[in-house]
């Protein structure tokens, strides 16, 4: 792993957030994140469609609205969440980021969505069921009174737990590795972005938790190898 100082990335991107400069590391993990995080869920968005969105809301070519909404949405709530890493991580926070990355969109306006609020009908992950509605409050304020996450493989084990309860109707993906991008920064666990070029891995490690954590936790560590490689360079040592 690039040498990276896990403690100061958080400082960095708190300052680069406030002073809006560009170019920088807020500026990147925005871009990919956003473009990562929707392309995994199916956003037919490119990276350089993603990056004018964010740099000068203007794009071209043509492209669903929803992809569209849902990116500007993303940035919202990446920038949300690093304005509140004081905050406890509650059940209204969760539900906070749902309607930030939902809002406007098709899904929204649909009479059975629960815009910002747990699911209402069943569903699916992967083809296994999820945790029924009528359990969703009980599961997620159960895995809300868990200590935080200080390791990689907490953050694993946390995230598989999320993503099995599968608490909103859509958008448990985005929302899930935002949580997990937040416990990285609060823990100074190195952090790392989950890359829709590995998708079929993080899948994999996700299916096969129950029977096998360690798929998981590998190819999050391979993420935090890629992440520490490409902005080693832009995180200072401790002031």
Partial sequence: MADIDTRMVRQVLLDQRHSRMKGGIYHLNQIEMAYNSNHIE????????????????????QTSVDDIVETVNH?????????????????GKVKTYHRLLKQGTSDADKPWFALGDWKRLANEVGGKSTTPPDRVDSAM??????????TVEDI???????????????????????????????RSVAPFIVLDS????????????????G?????????????????????PSSR
């Fill in 42 to 61: 199916g956003s037919q968005l490119t990276e350089e469609q993603t990056r004018r969105i964010f740099e000068t809301q203007t794009i071209d070519g």
């Fill in 75 to 91: 940035f919202a709530m990446f920038g949300y969440m690093l304005d509140h890493l004081e905050d406890p991580l509650d059940a």
């Fill in 141 to 150: 304020s159960e895995l809300l009174a868990r200590p935080s996450p200080t």
């Fill in 156 to 186: 694993a084990d946390w995230h598989s737990a999320f993503e099995t309860i599968h608490p909103f109707q859509d958008g448990n993906g985005r929302v899930g590795r935002i949580i997990m991008f937040e416990q990285c920064l609060n």
């Fill in 198 to 213: 590995h998708k079929d891995y993080y899948y994999r490690g996700l299916a096969n938790y129950a029977s096998e954590h």
């Fill in 215 to 235: 798929w998981l936790v590998d190819t999050f560590k391979a993420f935090q190898d890629a992440y520490a490689a490409r902005y080693a360079g832009m995180i």
